[in-house]
């Protein structure tokens, strides 16, 4: 990826922001949000939360110098991003758009613990013409995405 596009990514969204807070190293996984993250159903609660477990599906996925991010999405829930074979210093990030264009309104982001290889977010309600995409962004830097849906 190029500068200038790794710089029209950061721009476009709140990804800027989440590389901002994510601590430089992490000693346990945690997560972070910002923005009005939290604003609808369902915001702040694990993908395993009764009601939502077992409907996700996953409908993007991209990878990274051998890491996976992939986004998982259920109509009843929202979505999540999960990222595999990840490095400390790597977080998921999902951000998400209040009016479906592309524009970020809130994220959350989930760090990378020590002695693990993945970590995933909490849920973004990207129902009711809301959008949300993933982001595996490592060492402060966004690295891909998959999109808005």
Not at 21 to 50: C, D, F, I, K, M
Not at 136 to 141: F, K, N, P, V
């Amino acid at each position: 990826m190029s500068r200038r596009s790794l710089t029209t990514l950061l721009a476009a969204g709140g990804a800027a922001a989440v590389m901002a807070l994510l601590p430089a190293t992490a000693v346990h996984a945690a997560p972070y949000s910002g923005g009005n993250y939290g604003a609808y159903a369902r915001e702040g609660q694990y993908p395993t939360v009764s009601g939502c477990a077992g409907t996700f599906r996953q409908v993007g996925a991209r990878t990274f110098e051998g890491m996976a991010l992939k986004y998982y999405y259920s109509d009843a829930c929202g979505s999540f991003a999960r990222i595999e074979n990840a490095r400390v210093n790597c977080a998921a990030v999902l951000e998400r758009s209040d009016s479906g264009a592309g524009r970020a309104d809130g994220w959350v982001s989930e760090t990378v613990d020590a002695g693990l290889d993945y970590a995933y977010t909490k849920i973004g309600n990207n129902l009711n013409g809301r959008v949300s995409r993933a982001i595996l962004a490592c060492d402060g830097h966004a690295l891909v995405n998959t999109g808005w849906y």
